[in-house]
């Protein structure tokens, strides 16, 4: 949700919670075929690469004090994403482009975290890093 503007935050007061309308949204997939998805992302190939460059960054993170530390967990969590990307793009693989596309969006939230900025500048900045690291 991010922080809200005056505007917004006045109109979210005016008219409430937005609980009702969540009932509202129709799924994507269906529960079948989200467990197909996890079954498959077992199969998925990551290449070493991709692998070396997330612990990379990891590790950087750690040194580096203009962002806050990413976890070993994190790093699980980004590669499974990964995969999941791959799947919903019907290929077995993950891309180098993969790699390079999603980090800001799964890691600017956390690089950053103590940064009250937008989150479009926030991946702005994770770009900027990604580049600093020289992959």
Not at 89 to 117: A, G, I, M, W
Request: net charge positive.
């Amino acid at each position: 949700m991010g922080t809200l503007s005056f505007e917004q935050e006045l109109n979210l007061l005016k008219t409430g919670t937005r609980h009702e309308k969540i009932k509202l949204l129709k799924p994507e997939f269906s529960l079948e075929t989200l467990i197909t998805f996890k079954k498959n992302a077992e199969n998925v190939q990551v290449p070493q690469v991709i692998l070396e460059w997330t612990t990379l960054c990891l590790q950087k993170s750690r040194e580096d004090e203009q962002v806050s530390p990413l976890s070993s967990r994190a790093g699980l969590d980004f590669i499974s994403g990964l995969k999941s990307w791959a799947i919903i793009h019907d290929r077995n693989t993950v891309l180098v482009d993969d790699f390079v596309e999603l980090f800001p969006y799964c890691f600017s939230h956390r690089l950053f975290q103590k940064k009250k900025e937008p989150l479009s500048l926030l991946i702005q900045k994770s770009h900027e890093w990604l580049k600093h690291l020289k992959l």
